[in-house]
């Protein structure tokens, strides 16, 4: 038989699964439902890896952009299920139109159109893959 003289160690705590320590103060929030990755077109959250979608620039300026301005899209990433339904939905209530020519890709180029009535600009979306004219719907 074996003897040790050293004292033993205190046991670490033992937490919830859930739980999690940070700078040894033990927050016992659900971190499950602390998840920030949530699909863009219905909102909900995504379970595993989202499937992401980039808006490539029309044109890359010669200059930067000044602070004073905006940019006139968005070039993202924006994250989704995997169905394309998400994506339309989404470019249905941002007021883009779709390519029927094309499908719904990782990287999707926008196509400028003329302005809408209040002046706004309009864009179509397409994957840029086919070579002949774009037809575009309301996605």
């Not at 006139?72 to 883009?96: K, L």
Request: glycine letters at 8%; aromatic letters at 8%; one cysteine or more.
């Amino acid at each position: 038989m074996y003897r040790f003289d050293c004292p033993r160690r205190p046991e670490a705590p033992r937490y919830h699964r859930d739980a999690m320590e940070y700078l040894g103060v033990r927050i016992s929030t659900i971190v499950k439902d602390n998840v920030a990755l949530r699909c863009d077109g219905c909102l909900e959250v995504i379970q595993g890896t989202p499937w992401r979608l980039n808006i490539l620039d029309v044109v890359a300026a010669e200059t930067p952009a000044s602070w004073a301005g905006h940019a006139s899209i968005n070039p993202g990433p924006f994250e989704f299920h995997r169905d394309p339904a998400h994506v339309r939905a989404w470019m249905r209530g941002r007021g883009y139109l779709f390519c029927r020519k094309g499908e719904v890709r990782e990287i999707m180029r926008p196509i400028p159109l003329p302005a809408s009535e209040d002046g706004s600009p309009r864009y179509g979306l397409c994957d840029g893959i086919h070579r002949d004219d774009h037809e575009l719907i309301p996605a």
